[in-house]
Nanobody, 114 residues
């Protein structure tokens, strides 16, 4: 069973930066597709960014040019660098792992004040 633990969230002013990390347990990380999702209050969870096992990436249109997803297979960790943050980026951010099955982290709050 895979466990995912997110860190790095918090409160930041608009225009600021945050870097989220997600550490995974187990031995499948390097073969897994990793993603970041977010859920704003009253809204559905949405995909923010995804990175494949070969480091191909894809982003939601709303974050293109501002967010960067990356992975370090030696550390079993995926990152989300968030620059030029906007109040609409506020929400709970979840790490996601896909390899045969799916695993989710517990979520971490990101709040961007205007």
């Amino acid at each position: 069973q895979v466990h995912l633990v997110e860190s790095g969230g918090g409160l930041v002013q608009a225009g600021g930066t945050l870097r989220l990390s997600c550490a995974a347990s187990g031995s499948i990380f390097s073969r897994a597709v990793m993603g970041w999702y977010r859920q704003a209050p009253g809204k559905q969870r949405e995909l923010v960014a995804v990175i494949t096992s070969t480091s191909n990436t894809n982003y939601a249109d709303s974050v293109k040019g501002r967010f960067t997803i990356s992975r370090d297979n030696a550390k079993n960790t995926v990152y989300l660098q968030m620059n030029s943050l906007k109040p609409e980026d506020t929400g709970v951010y979840y790490c996601n792992l896909k390899f045969v099955g799916v695993a989710w982290g517990q979520g971490i709050q990101v709040t961007v004040s205007s």
